[in-house]
């Protein structure tokens, strides 16, 4: 049977449900210093340092021999072997929380990291290493937190978590990136005027208590709120010689999706572009295009943040956070986004809009079933009797 080892919270053993008694703090100390460093030794020194502090009782020494061995009995099938100078606990790390928290935080995953804290870190445990370790391990897990929030506005949860982010900005009035995640929230919800009441207040506590003013990125979405800008991009490449059909055309009109598939030369981007440029000035705030040919749809999102006006400082580092200022630019406009020549859905879902304002177009030369049982959008499928004649 399995062992699984659980530190992000009271520290526990199990062997599948059943937990497993290890003994006292002390000798779960020793235990929790070698779950931190698994397959690695750790020195007999470095032990007494972690689990007794810098100047160790005479006796300690005996203490963790004691320990080990009763690890070592408690643990039955999960070795702790001595090694040149101390000792080595071999094991799987992802049977260990803190280690599967760390792979999937890392992964692009941290709802599931999140969701394997179950209170404070070591709960318990005392000392300088164990109250350092929390230190470090609070700044992962609000890490995980944001982004796992930047994960949940990206996908439209915006009044959903409006009294969860009001009650962690108010437990921390001065971060940024979360009061920043807080007016997304706000705007998605269409309570646009808290938003900006929201900034307000953050910006005269900046100043009062830092002397500082709010950073580019929510300066500029403040501005995002207060100004449509005076240009909007117009990135349709030239309107191409259409020879298509009326009944092309009209299959593209329904639904804020429309999937345009094929076999090459079947005429896609010329039908895409051709409507396009017809129903421009359906969409007054704009059009946006790109060539996905292969391209990592991080940086279509960071070039179309730069279209629609984000200055460069202003683009937030992580990938979910660039999406959710994407979509929240967006909310509030009517725009035509074509995208051209997609490899999957994969590529597609981070460049959606997160409202139906906006009109999206793709081409591809698969069916992209994702976009139309996830996201409802319209297929529409070319043959190669539809193939354009030359010009």
């Not at 300690?60 to 001595?82: E, M, Q």
């Not at 391209?295 to 984000?310: C, I, K, N, Q, Y």
């Not at 979509?327 to 994969?346: G, H, N």
Request: charged share 20%; with cysteine.
């Amino acid at each position: 049977m399995t062992h699984s080892f659980h530190v992000l919270g009271t520290p526990e053993v199990r062997r599948g449900d059943v937990v497993v008694e290890v003994g006292h703090a002390r000798q779960l100390s020793v235990l929790a210093v070698l779950l931190v460093d698994v397959n690695q030794v750790v020195s007999v020194d470095k032990l007494l340092s972690r689990v007794w502090g810098d100047t160790p009782p005479r006796q300690a020494k005996a203490a963790l021999y004691s320990y080990v061995s009763r690890l070592r009995t408690a643990l039955d099938v999960i070795p702790i072997v001595r090694r040149s100078g101390g000792y080595v606990l071999q094991t799987d790390p992802l049977s260990i929380d803190l280690h599967r928290f760390r792979s999937l935080a890392a992964n692009g995953q941290p709802g599931e990291a999140i969701s394997l804290v179950r209170g404070e870190p070591f709960e318990g445990l005392h000392g300088a290493w164990f109250d350092g370790l929390r230190e470090t391990l609070a700044g992962e897990i609000t890490a995980a937190e944001l982004a796992h929030t930047d994960s949940r506005l990206a996908a439209g949860e915006h009044a959903d978590l409006i009294p969860e982010l009001t009650a962690r900005t108010t437990e921390h009035p001065l971060d940024e990136r979360l009061a920043g995640q807080l007016m997304r929230a706000l705007i998605g919800a269409d309570r646009r005027s808290d938003a900006l009441a929201h900034y307000s207040r953050l910006r005269d506590r900046l100043a009062d208590e830092l002397g500082l003013d709010p950073g580019p990125a929510l300066r500029d979405l403040r501005a995002s709120l207060l100004h449509r800008p005076q240009w909007s991009p117009r990135q349709l490449p030239a309107a191409p010689a259409f020879t298509g059909t009326a009944a092309q055309l009209a299959a593209l009109d329904d639904g804020p999706i429309v999937t345009i598939t094929g076999p090459p030369g079947t005429g896609k981007t010329t039908l895409a572009l051709h409507w396009a440029h017809e129903h421009a000035a359906d969409y007054p705030d704009g059009q946006l295009f790109v060539d996905l040919n292969g391209s990592d749809p991080t940086d279509v999102v960071r070039e179309f943040l730069t279209a629609l006006g984000t200055s460069p400082d202003g683009i937030p580092p992580e990938p979910h956070a660039q999406t959710a200022l994407y979509r929240t630019l967006l909310a509030d406009r009517r725009m035509l986004i074509v995208l051209d020549d997609a490899a999957d859905t994969a590529q597609v879902v981070p460049l959606l809009p997160g409202t139906p304002r906006c009109r999206v177009v793709v081409t591809s030369r698969e069916r992209l079933p994702g976009l139309v049982t996830a996201h409802g959008a319209r297929p529409v499928v070319l043959q190669p009797e539809h193939r354009q004649r030359p010009q």
